[in-house]
């Protein structure tokens, strides 16, 4: 009897949804700088994924970035920072990025430059 009550819960409740797991871990996107160029002036990333940023330009002392093209005085959204040479940095901030076009530079060298894509 209160079994056949406790099945008929069950059964109004309907189906169980599957238990989630944590969340898929944000993956990578690998950006390298190469001998003083960007091999790629667009890099498109889901919402939510991360960017790292290599530097395997062995010609450029100072290092590269991957920051975001901002008026002078404005705080960029996303910024790895200076890169040295053969290291590499996790762009910060790029994952909380709503999605939309986003231009990026690098710091020191203005004429590299290129366009992310949020989706
Ligand atoms: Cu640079």
Redesign the pocket.
């Known amino acids: 009897m209160l079994l056949a009550a406790f099945a008929t819960v069950l059964m109004l409740l309907g189906p169980v949804p599957p238990v989630q797991a944590a969340g898929p871990v944000p993956e990578h996107h690998v950006f390298a700088?190469l001998r003083?160029y960007f091999p790629s002036s667009a890099v498109s990333i889901k919402q939510g994924e991360r960017i790292r940023f290599v530097d395997t330009?062995p010609t450029?002392g100072?290092?590269?970035?991957f920051t975001e093209t901002v008026p002078e005085g404005v705080t960029p959204r996303f910024d790895s920072d200076?890169v040295p040479p053969y290291t590499f940095k996790d762009v910060a901030n790029v994952e909380t990025l709503p999605p939309g076009q986003y231009s990026f530079n690098?710091?020191?060298?203005n004429v590299?430059k290129g366009q992310l894509t949020v989706g």
């Open positions: 700088v003083d330009d450029a100072p290092g590269h970035s200076i690098c710091k020191i060298h590299l």
